[in-house]
């Protein structure tokens, strides 16, 4: 996910960009190319990126171990600077160019990015439900059940 910045015009660029997950170093739940949409603002001292990020992901649905597929996507803005001093959006990533970089590398970000925009909970689907024989393993006991067995024990003393 490199971008060379060599010769580029004040103004606006886009780039659509894409690469095998696993050339990535992402987590191997990751399939097939990783696609990133960039959009590069060069002014005088810096260049802003906006980049729209997505990859499909082979996941273990959290509730009822069955395996689903999901996009995952992301987006963020960096800004890559020649000056230290530049103004910028506090949530912003920064890079500090040196006089000669040409070249605008994103992989890292971009995997780090994905990498968040994993759901903690990964539902197969948003309602997904315990599978019928494991709900029949596991019983829930009603805690108001409980009380109920207690009294009617009472009662019989
Ligand atoms: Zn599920």
């Known amino acids: 996910m490199k971008i060379n910045i060599s010769g580029l015009s004040e103004g606006s660029h886009q780039y659509v960009l894409t690469e095998p997950a696993d050339g990535m170093g992402l987590e191997s739940y990751f399939t097939g190319d990783v696609t990133a949409t960039i959009t590069l603002e060069k002014s005088i001292h810096q260049i802003l990126a906006s980049v729209n990020a997505s990859v499909k992901g082979v996941f273990i649905c959290d509730r009822c171990a069955e395996e689903f597929q999901e996009t995952v996507d992301t987006r963020y803005t960096a800004v890559y600077s020649w000056e230290r001093t530049e103004e910028r959006e506090e949530d912003d990533d920064f890079y500090l160019l040196g006089k000669e970089d040409n070249?605008?590398?994103?992989?890292?970000?971009?995997?780090?990015?994905?990498?968040?925009?994993?759901?903690?909970?990964?539902?197969?689907?948003?309602?997904c439900e315990l599978p019928a024989h494991v709900r029949a393993a596991e019983p829930e006991t009603d805690p108001r059940w409980e009380q109920l067995k207690l009294l009617k024990q009472t009662e019989k003393n």
């Not at 971009?110 to 948003?126: E, I, M, T």
């Open 103 to 127: 070249i605008i590398d994103l992989t890292a970000s971009v995997r780090d990015y994905l990498q968040l925009a994993v759901p903690v909970k990964l539902l197969c689907k948003r309602n």
